[in-house]
């Protein structure tokens, strides 16, 4: 079993930079494909981007692409989220997921969830 903590969320303004961190407890994380997903109030929860196993390849989604990266450090067990020019409607929550199966952007094929961290971005 995989326990992940998120952390680094927080306020902040247009056009600022924030990193995320994910903490996974538990053994075999270079094994895992990580996931970043979102979820704002009242939408459903959506992919953000992936990581596979030895950090490449990644996938991302088309809102973020060219803003974010995802990176991982197996030696750390954690990996991380770097979200460059954030926009106001990238106000979420931001979780992070492990997968055993290929870097894939459906939720439910991610068995592990971490409780997320709040992002808010004002103009």
């Known amino acids: 079993q995989v326990q992940l903590v998120e952390s680094g969320g927080g306020s902040v303004q247009a056009g600022d930079s924030l990193r995320v961190s994910c903490v996974a407890s538990g053994r075999d994380f270079s094994s895992y494909v990580i996931g970043w997903f979102r979820q704002a109030p009242g939408t459903e929860r959506e992919f953000v981007a992936g990581v596979s196993w030895g950090g490449r390849p990644t996938a991302y989604a088309d809102s973020v692409k060219g803003r974010f990266t995802i990176s991982r450090d197996n030696a750390k067990n954690t990996a991380y989220l770097q979200m460059n020019s954030l926009k106001v409607e990238d106000t979420a929550v931001y979780y992070c997921?492990?997968?055993?199966?290929?870097?894939?952007?459906?939720?439910?094929?991610?068995?592990?969830w971490g409780p997320g961290t709040q992002v808010t971005v004002s103009s």
């Open positions: 997921a492990t997968s055993r199966t290929w870097l894939t952007r459906q939720a439910a094929d991610y068995a592990y």
